[in-house]
């Protein structure tokens, strides 16, 4: 679980650390994220950045030293794929990062202990010594269901003498995608309508694809069945390595006997053939 936990951190990094400039509000309410295959709802009115904003993009003339470029090297640098920005006060954003897995494809397949031991390593993580940001600190969690993958539902919250922030985080692991969405409130604080928002945007959300994992030699051998598996398998091999040795020690006798009957007949002329009986001696067994 270590790799996992790696990747929650250092997504925790970026959405600790960065802040997101916005971009300008998109006209219809989805919008598309490319590298994560995902068609995503934004709330109404808010302003909207991906990585693909073209360079013309009026947004750009905003703010002053801010180009495509500026923008393009703070989401590489942090992970950064979506940002959604509220327009009056921006006191809240969304922001969706992303980083490989390689150690677990999708989430769907975990068990329930594998959820809470992931859970678990997030929660009781030392952030402070991660991320160098003091007063950071994971509540609760809860598992959601969602019609494509398994999400894990975090609140946690920020609290030193420079910020209060509260944020509510969506994980999930797709198409070998480690996915983290938060919402971010910079007030300390979110309302009971700002957290249905969210949810709900969560659970309108798309992917316009969801692969299957690729084998996995090693998830096999983790398998509960794997030692059934490994019995019937084994009996199998040694039914057939049983009949093939029966079949090669047969052929072999056979070929064996047919080379000494052949040299038995090349060394001796009369191999095999019976002699016969003298006239005297078939009289002799004829008065006996």
């Given at each position: ?43 109404e009115n808010w302003y909207v950045f991906t990585r693909n904003t073209p360079e013309d993009d009026p947004v750009f003339n905003a ?39 390689t150690d677990v494809f999708d989430w769907n397949g975990l068990s329930d202990s594998d959820y809470k031991e992931f859970a678990n ?107 059934l598996i490994f019995c019937v398998a084994g009996g199998a091999i040694l039914i057939v390595a049983a009949v093939v040795v029966i ?42």
């Amino acid at each position: 679980m270590k790799k996992k936990l790696l990747s929650v951190i250092c997504a925790a990094i970026a959405f600790l650390m960065t802040s997101v400039l916005p971009a300008l509000a998109i006209e219809n309410n989805m919008t598309f994220v490319e590298e994560l295959n995902l068609n995503i709802p934004s709330p109404e009115n808010w302003y909207v950045f991906t990585r693909n904003t073209p360079e013309d993009d009026p947004v750009f003339n905003a703010w002053e030293g801010v180009n495509k470029e500026y923008i393009d090297q703070l989401f590489e640098q942090n992970t950064i794929y979506y940002n959604a920005v509220e327009p009056d006060s921006a006191s809240q954003e969304i922001v969706i990062t992303m980083v490989e897995n390689t150690d677990v494809f999708d989430w769907n397949g975990l068990s329930d202990s594998d959820y809470k031991e992931f859970a678990n390593e997030i929660i009781n993580a030392d952030m402070e010594k991660i991320t160098g940001i003091s007063g950071v600190e994971y509540g609760g969690y809860k598992m959601v269901d969602h019609p494509q993958c398994k999400l894990m539902k975090l609140d946690a919250r920020v609290v030193n003498e420079d910020e209060q922030t509260a944020f509510i985080q969506y994980v999930t692991i797709v198409n070998g995608q480690h996915i983290n969405i938060t919402l971010r409130s910079y007030t300390g604080a979110f309302s009971a309508a700002d957290e249905k928002m969210f949810d709900q945007l969560i659970q309108e959300m798309r992917f316009t694809k969801v692969e299957q994992a690729p084998f996995n030699l090693l998830s096999l051998l983790k398998s509960e069945n794997i030692m059934l598996i490994f019995c019937v398998a084994g009996g199998a091999i040694l039914i057939v390595a049983a009949v093939v040795v029966i079949c090669v020690v047969v052929g072999s006798n056979k070929r064996k006997k047919c080379k000494l009957n052949q040299i038995n007949r090349e060394q001796h002329p009369l191999y095999g053939v019976q002699p016969q009986q003298s006239e005297k001696d078939n009289q002799d067994s004829a008065e006996h």
